[in-house]
């Protein structure tokens, strides 16, 4: 199945493309790293406009450094900041007890990032062309926003394949 398309199902019916994702295939770790890393990779494209716009307005650090200090962050940093939260949400889970496996904790995290990867890429244009406007601001909380939704209903879909009997 196509990422993409995949995404946009995401968007329709959340729930379902969790739960098919959570009893399909094989738990690899592998898996989840790409989905992980292919999100952070389009986290770190939609920061280019606004940091060729700093870049730009303010000439003091070039394009070229502000451009690496956001490589250096999406990519190599943020990876390591997910899985300690996919960590703590499994705590967390844990002690409500609503238990979940690890890796569909991590894969729920990790695809909602991803699913709402394009509303992350839309407010880094708006903030590339329009700066600190009310454009911004909508845009990174629908971003937020999606993210949530979907983490919340990966979730879901996660206690629920951890509660049914093995095969």
């Not at 494209?45 to 870049?55: E, F, M």
């Not at 889970?93 to 569909?104: Q, S, T, Y």
């Not at 454009?135 to 939704?149: D, K, P």
Request: hydrophobic share 55%; net charge positive; glycine share 8%.
């Amino acid at each position: 199945m196509s990422i993409a398309l995949e995404i946009v199902r995401t968007y329709r019916a959340p729930k379902e493309v969790q739960m098919r994702q959570m009893q399909a295939g094989e738990k690899s770790e592998g898996r989840a790293l790409a989905v992980l890393m292919g999100a952070c990779f389009l986290l770190f494209i939609a920061t280019l406009p606004n940091l060729s716009r700093q870049a730009f307005l303010d000439p003091s650090v070039p394009f070229q450094g502000r451009m690496a200090g956001a490589f250096f962050a999406w990519l190599l940093m943020m990876p390591l900041v997910f899985y300690a939260l996919s960590i703590v949400v499994k705590l967390v889970l844990k002690v409500v007890r609503k238990d979940a496996p690890g890796h569909h904790v991590r894969m729920a995290m990790f695809w909602a990032l991803l699913a709402s990867s394009p509303l992350w890429l839309l407010s880094g244009l708006a903030a590339g062309f329009t700066g600190e406007s009310a454009g911004t601001t909508l845009s990174g909380v629908a971003a937020i926003g999606a993210f949530l939704v979907f983490t919340i209903f990966g979730l879901v879909a996660a206690v629920r394949t951890g509660q049914e009997p093995a095969p």
